[in-house]
């Protein structure tokens, strides 16, 4: 057979502190799937972001909304990887690159590895640690808000992501260094926003968290 009709392994990579999850995190993972068809869909939740408070939902709580939120997931396989948690009950720091680098030793140099992420999350790219590296390592995928523009990014960054920039077809194909932006996601939920209204019991957010993960933050009174 040759080289050019093996399908390349393709992982897309979802992280976030998952505060609790919302219909905006599965919005995205949705959107990207669509995008990439990937072969799994890895959910690594934070242990202890850097850039972030402290989390009000402890880590076991966080993967039990992960799973209730995920539970009717069909468009590919779902994996939820506790390795940044771990990481934290060790007291170590844990930042994306490490994360996606454990991710490429584990997968193998071949593997379209895709990491997903917000508009918020491309705003602030700048600040991440080594975040230039992380091009060396994995390909970068953001669903933005309708009128997002990579003009309001840090000017290194758009420059680097516009320069990378590939349709899902040739994103799949690479392990790494491509970017792809997805313009339509319509869905932008704040999670420090949807905390304060879910202690103020307000109905309106009801419909931004998952039926059954709802029913979870009430039982448990998490927020």
């Known amino acids: 057979m040759g080289i050019s009709n093996i399908k390349t392994r ?18 995205l993972a949705s959107s990207l799937t669509q995008l990439l068809k990937p072969d799994e869909l890895r959910i690594i939740p934070a242990g202890q972001p850097w850039q972030k408070n402290a989390l009000t939902a ?12 995920f539970e009717n997931w069909t468009d ?27 991710l490429r030793a584990e997968l193998g140099a071949e593997t379209s590895l895709n990491f997903a992420m ?21 390909n970068l995928c953001a669903a933005a808000r309708p ?11 758009a420059k680097e992501w516009q320069d990378r920039l590939m349709n899902g077809k040739e994103l799949r194909s690479r392990s790494h260094g491509g970017t792809a932006l997805e313009p339509e996601l319509a869905i932008d939920v ?3 926003r949807l905390r304060t209204e879910l202690k103020q019991h307000n109905p309106t957010m009801r419909l931004l968290v998952p039926h059954k993960v709802l029913d979870y933050i009430q039982q448990h009174s998490i927020y």
């Not at 402890?58 to 939120?69: I, N, P």
């Not at 390795?83 to 680098?101: G, H, K, M, N």
């Not at 790219?125 to 080594?130: A, D, F, G, R």
């Not at 009128?147 to 960054?157: F, H, T, W």
């Open 10 to 27: 393709c992982v897309l990579v979802l992280g976030g502190s998952f505060d609790p999850v919302h219909i905006g995190h599965i919005a």
């Open 58 to 69: 402890t880590s076991e709580q966080r993967v039990s909304m992960l799973k209730l939120a």
């Open 76 to 102: 590919c396989p779902l994996y939820i990887d506790e390795q940044e948690i771990r990481r934290a009950e060790r007291q170590q720091s844990s930042y994306t690159i490490d994360t996606l680098r454990q």
């Open 118 to 138: 917000g508009a918020d999350q491309l705003l602030n790219l700048h600040t991440w640690h080594q975040w230039r590296d992380l091009f060396e390592v994995a």
């Open 147 to 157: 009128g997002y523009s990579l003009k309001i990014a840090s000017q290194d960054v």
């Open 190 to 192: 704040s999670a420090t």
